[in-house]
């Protein structure tokens, strides 16, 4: 079946947006990939770390779970609209993902996001029918309500409240089964992060990436500043300014870089062709995300030792890498990823993961390999 032309743009730039964020957190986790050495101060590394943590610490996963809500949404309304009933269709697609997030996280790097988002999922999955109205209420309720909340209450009472700690406190015992804490954590994370998915489904649910988006000079505006007034905050609460502005307002503040950059995302890639042009690179690295995540801990706990889990622990060419080296390393990554993704796409539908994915998400067999079409040549005999 073939998309309208606005709906091939849409998907197209949601893939743009898609990639850019990969890459944001990819940068953030390049550190804990690699187990980077501690950076003297005053030095380039120290500066890159700095630079990281101002920039894209807490603010990259944000933006991955404003993407994440966005296609959920997508999902069901697709499947709303071939009159099929979506509930057993993404309960798969989240149990799958939960599978492989668990194992990733369990087995390979503890910093996995894929079974905080597939638990995400299926709490999501009872808010699907409300407006539009309600996620944007759910996501300002989360965001300020809990996650801004939680941390002004634990900075200025003696109160310790992330539901991991009460969940302890209820089960009572230190001697968990196997992987219990490390599901409490992330447990915990995925309730901080929920306000952050319902801003995403909002965002879809209002049209914002098929309108025609008007008075642009006012919008650049707003998202250039707002993206300033984060970056200004989380500079003030990284350096430990003694002021009321900057005590534990750091998810406020990292949220206001993650708006900022997806509305100035948004305008960069309605624009102008050439302008919008600078997005096309994360085009088909934003159709293999699922892929190229788990490629990118495998490879980095490969070569770093410390990093990763079980047998991946003591495995790899280098051991506490300066911050320099690690990011260089991570970029060659990246890089070759980039670079391999339409070459990928032009043989095969879906990569691996994702095609994994899909089938056991419809619970039928997918095609992978492209056919070429056949040439037909006059033969003579």
Not at 69 to 97: E, Q
Not at 238 to 256: A, C, G, I
Request: hydrophobic share 50%; with cysteine.
């Amino acid at each position: 079946m073939t998309l309208p032309h606005h709906e091939n743009q849409r998907i197209d730039l949601l893939d743009q947006i898609r990639g850019v964020a990969l890459f944001a957190i990819f940068l953030v986790n390049i550190p804990g990939l690699t187990t980077v050495a501690d950076a003297d101060p005053f030095t380039i590394n120290s500066t890159l770390e700095a630079t990281l943590a101002i920039g894209l610490q807490d603010s990259a996963r944000p933006l991955f779970a404003f993407m994440f809500g966005i296609s959920l949404v997508l999902i069901y309304d697709r499947l709303n609209s071939k009159s099929l009933n979506p509930y057993p269709t993404l309960i798969r697609r989240f149990g799958i993902l939960f599978i492989i997030g668990a194992f990733h996280g369990y087995f390979v790097w503890a910093g996995d996001i894929l079974l905080l988002y597939a638990s995400a999922g299926f709490v999501l999955l009872l808010s699907l029918k409300l407006s539009k109205k309600w996620f944007i209420s759910l996501g300002i309720i989360f965001w300020l309500g809990y996650s801004v909340g939680l941390d002004l209450l634990n900075f200025y009472t003696s109160l310790n409240l992330p539901p991991d700690e009460w969940l302890k406190y209820f089960l009572g015992s230190k001697d968990y089964p196997t992987g219990t804490e490390y599901l409490l954590i992330e447990f915990s994370s995925m309730i901080d992060h929920l306000g952050y998915f319902f801003f995403g489904m909002y965002a879809y649910r209002s049209g914002v990436f098929s309108r025609e988006w008007r008075e642009r000079q006012q919008k650049w505006t707003a998202g250039i500043g707002v993206l300033l007034l984060g970056l200004l905050g989380k500079t003030g609460s990284y350096f430990e300014v003694d002021s009321f502005w900057f005590h534990h307002l750091d998810d406020f503040y990292s949220f206001l870089v993650t708006i900022g950059l997806t509305l100035c995302l948004l305008l960069l890639g309605t624009s102008r062709q050439k302008i919008s042009s600078l997005l096309l690179p994360f085009s088909a690295v934003g159709k293999l995300t699922f892929t190229h995540y788990l490629m990118q801990s495998l490879i980095l706990v490969s070569l770093f030792q410390g990093s990763g889990r079980t047998i991946f622990i003591d495995m790899g060419i280098w051991k506490s890498p300066s911050y320099v080296f690690a990011m260089s390393i991570g970029l060659l990554v990246f890089g070759f990823q980039m670079f391999i993704s339409p070459l990928w796409l032009k043989a095969f539908y879906y990569g691996p993961f994702e095609w994994i994915w899909r089938m056991g998400t419809h619970g039928k067999w997918v095609p992978l390999i492209r056919r070429r079409p056949l040439h037909h040549k006059d033969t003579h005999r």
